[in-house]
């Protein structure tokens, strides 16, 4: 019985010890929430919003569905214009037999990602590549191969799942983005910096941005990018249009050989305005550079010389509001369908 007593005691003293350590834990939990709670509540209330963080694993994730059977895959290819220019919830209502995946990536031209589907012989779907004659040079040819790499070397289904549950939380709360971390705060307060940058970027999980012009200065934009237009190519080795062309060989043949196989590639140049579009005529004349190219391939295309294209407002010159895109790309699609590149 004194043993049966002593056991009995002794549960007891280690159940109730446990408890102080579950109370303590369950408090320094809500102390985090709450603490995290009014970070964010403190940021929303200064105007800024959540937004999805883009990154190769996220670009990895679509580079995923280029295999898709039961519809045929449309791949987007290109930078910003026709990331935060197409529309793709209106091109899944419009297009119901495709699979529109975007793949193009802020700042980066898309040649070394048309170059790996070209060679990726499992791949047999239409790609619509937006790129002008200042993405052609050779210079550019490299600036997604990170997205390239990464994708064939480290991309696992493991990190499918944890970029996957991160668009969740990315999607729903502010704090999610390192600008807004304890840490970035610290320094910007020991640094005498700033708030964060108002960003008019609204981005999805699928890859889709919006631009919010009402949030930002697009004078200032158009000419930082007519500017840093006419630097880039300054800064860059002379070449004549001749030996500009000469080195797009690889280009055009690697659309042949998504031709050959069943695939179908369209070089699309989105439509640009002003500063931008004076800027790139003056330093590389179309009837010199992209209308050269544009003979070498099968399909292509200049939104400039489609009225329908043509005629909506680009704020920086560059780039749709977020309020038109849906217009816009109904009448892209219009446009595809008319040439006989996509069937509706």
């Known amino acids: 019985m004194l043993s049966s007593t002593s056991s009995s005691d002794s549960a007891s003293a280690e ?162 983005d390192p600008a807004f971390s304890f840490v970035a705060s610290a320094r910007r307060w020991l640094d005498g910096a700033g708030e964060p940058f108002h960003n008019y970027i609204h981005f999805h999980a699928d890859r889709n941005g919006d631009l919010d012009f009402s949030r930002t200065d697009a004078e200032a934009i158009k000419h930082h990018f007519a500017d840093n237009l006419k630097g880039n190519i300054a800064g860059m080795p002379k070449r004549t249009a001749d030996e500009w062309l000469s080195d797009l060989a690889p280009v055009s043949a690697w659309a042949k050989r998504i031709n050959a196989r069943g695939g179908r590639v369209i070089f699309f140049q989105s439509p640009t305005h002003g500063l931008e579009r004076s800027t790139v005529d003056r330093l590389m004349p179309p009837e010199l550079y992209w209308n050269r190219f544009a003979a070498t391939v099968a399909n292509s295309l200049d939104a400039v010389l489609e009225p329908s294209l043509n005629a909506f407002p680009l704020p920086d010159d560059s780039h749709l509001d977020y309020h ?11 446009v595809l369908v008319a040439h006989g590149w996509l069937q509706r």
Not at 55 to 60: E, Y
Not at 324 to 334: C, E, G
């Open 15 to 176: 159940s109730g010890g446990g408890k102080p350590w579950l109370i303590a834990w369950l408090i320094a939990l809500c102390l985090v929430a709450v603490t995290l709670g009014a970070v964010e509540y403190r940021w929303r209330g200064r105007d800024y919003r959540p937004t999805i963080l883009d990154s190769t694993l996220l670009w990895s994730v679509q580079r995923d569905r280029v295999y898709a059977q039961s519809q045929t895959p449309l791949l987007l290819l290109g930078a910003s214009r026709i990331a935060f220019g197409v529309d793709m919830n209106v091109m899944r209502e419009l297009l119901p037999r495709y699979l529109p995946i975007m793949l193009a990536v802020n700042a980066h031209y898309p040649l070394a990602t048309l170059r790996d589907l070209a060679e990726d012989e499992n791949f047999h779907g239409v790609i619509l590549c937006d790129v002008d004659s200042v993405g052609l040079l050779r210079e550019y040819n490299e600036m997604q191969r990170e997205y390239v790499q990464y994708f064939h070397r480290q991309w696992t289904p493991s990190w499918h799942a944890h970029r996957l549950l991160l668009n969740v939380w990315q999607a729903h709360a502010l704090i999610a």
């Open 324 to 334: 038109d895109k849906p217009a816009y790309t109904r009448a892209l699609i219009d």
